[in-house]
């Protein structure tokens, strides 16, 4: 089992003990999506893996967070905030703008990227080591917009 997946069934148990419902809920659907995965794709899921999933977790708590404040759903928002901020709990800090302007240039240095054929290749280098620490959709625009003058 990996390092993460343990340590998230074990503030499950935690969570039961102390009758934290709210965390408790959240944590519970941080590892149904685990489950999930696991049983579609037939695998046990390593810690990059359970990463992948916290990282899609997060994005659509966030996205799921703009359209109840479109809405006017303070209740529902603060519902989502408080999972996303559980979820989070979990995740690698976040990278700032220049590390990851940085790495980006690492890429595409290693890469010998020049033209956006070359896109592909510099995302694959990019993908393991912001997995979880940066929304990467926002690189791949950073990318694009290099590839692309």
Excluded: C, W
Excluded at 58 to 63: G, L, N, P, S, V
Aim: avoid cysteine; proline fraction near 3%; glycine fraction near 6%.
């Amino acid at each position: 089992m990996s390092a993460l997946k343990h340590r998230i069934n074990e503030d499950v148990k935690a969570a039961m003990r102390s009758k934290e419902k709210d965390r408790l809920g959240a944590l519970r659907l941080i590892t149904a999506s685990i489950k999930q995965r696991e049983v579609d794709e037939r695998i046990e899921l390593d810690d990059t893996q359970v990463m992948a999933v916290l990282d899609k977790m997060a994005k659509q708590h966030r996205d799921s967070i703009e359209q109840y404040t479109k809405a006017d759903r303070p209740d529902l928002v603060g519902q989502e905030q408080f999972e996303l901020d559980i979820i989070l709990g979990y995740l690698p800090k976040p990278l700032d703008p220049a590390e990851i302007n940085a790495m980006i240039e690492g890429a595409m240095a290693a890469t010998g990227a020049a033209s956006m054929k070359d896109m592909g290749k510099v995302m694959g280098q990019l993908k393991g080591a912001l997995q979880g620490r940066a929304d990467m959709g926002k690189v791949s625009a950073l990318v694009k917009a290099r590839l692309n003058p």
